[in-house]
């Protein structure tokens, strides 16, 4: 199948949540076989609210147009790419060294004093000049937090597990919203760099609402990059390396990456905001029983998800 005929397939959450039996059946095997296969699946019907994606846009685009001596201003060094905001080029993929032509901010789970993970995860900061970035932000995280919940206890399903096997590993994890803008090229350009380079995310799933213009790519199992391409109302979904661990490679994490505009005199600006799921820092991740046999042994020795995270943060350059 040529390039641009091949697609990802596109499932609808309100079947799971309130469909016919049939229908949330037809869900959980579409949904389980494109994470298996592509790594990613379109999602409909998540119950994210529209307006809401366009007001934390607004917003995250009136944060990224003030000048660079207000922005770093909340960058977080003693949470350096947790909490804040990172700089332009700052990130570089894993086994790279020049950085990826982005700047972002991230929002990460709100604790109540006295929680045991308070302290670990940080606290937020929010920008003074956009008032209701942190009210916007805050919605939109716990929206994007239930429908992960809801899917990865249909992946559960999918493999036949308990249907909470996924979902109580996430309650109360260092979940976060990533808050990307990809400015024009055109003065910025990084000779040899993309404005994401291929990776795998780190975290479990990724909820990734539609970016405000094309760029992303996937890697599929046969080697071909294909464009993932969303509409108004449609959420991404792709599968991470700590899925891929607790899976035993089962469901891989599938590489992906955001190529620059045809050519870098074009003045195209891109925001995204991918929502990546994370365990509870002291979740332990190993092969769940049922992914080894004798054909696939267990690939990885267990590991904290804080322990595997800080080892991540360590290879894209933000801990030392």
């Known amino acids: 199948m040529s390039r641009s005929a091949r697609r990802i397939p596109t499932v609808n959450l309100s079947h799971y949540r309130s469909g016919t039996p049939e229908e949330r059946a037809r869900f959980v095997q579409v949904f389980g076989d494109a994470l298996k296969e592509f790594g990613f699946v379109t999602v409909e019907g998540h119950g994210v609210e529209d307006a809401l994606i366009r007001r934390t846009y607004a917003d995250v685009e009136r944060f990224f147009q003030l000048p660079e001596s207000t922005k770093t201003r909340y960058a977080v060094p003693e949470r350096p790419g947790q909490r804040g905001f990172m700089a332009f080029g700052q990130e570089h993929a894993k086994n790279r060294k020049v950085g990826d032509m982005k700047e972002f901010w991230h929002v990460g789970r709100e ?38 919940t809801v899917m990865l206890q249909a992946l559960a399903d999918y493999l036949g597990i308990a249907r909470t096997t996924f979902s109580d590993m996430t309650v109360d994890g260092n979940s976060v919203l990533r808050l990307i803008h990809y400015p024009p090229l055109k003065d910025r350009f990084i000779p040899g760099a ?27 199992r046969d080697g071909e990059w294909i464009p993932v391409d969303t509409l108004r109302g449609q959420i991404v979904v792709d599968s991470g390396d700590m899925l891929s661990r607790v899976m035993n490679g089962v469901i891989p994490s599938t590489t992906h990456r955001v190529v620059n505009p045809p050519s870098t005199e074009q003045d195209t600006v891109r925001y995204s905001m991918p929502f990546f799921v994370h365990p509870f820092s002291d979740c332990i991740l190993k092969p769940l029983p049922q992914t080894e046999t004798p054909d696939n042994p267990a690939r990885h020795p267990p590991i904290t998800a804080d322990a595997f995270l800080k080892q991540r943060l360590r290879e894209l350059g933000f801990l030392k």
């Open 111 to 148: 604790l109540p004093v006295g929680h045991p993970y308070r302290d670990d995860y940080g606290a937020n900061v929010w920008p003074e000049e956009v008032p209701s970035f942190r009210d916007n932000t805050l919605t939109l995280y716990k929206e994007l937090d239930d429908a992960a």
């Open 194 to 220: 993309v404005r994401a380079a291929e990776h795998e995310d780190i975290n479990f799933i990724t909820l990734l609402c539609e970016g405000t213009s094309g760029g992303l790519e996937l890697l599929t």
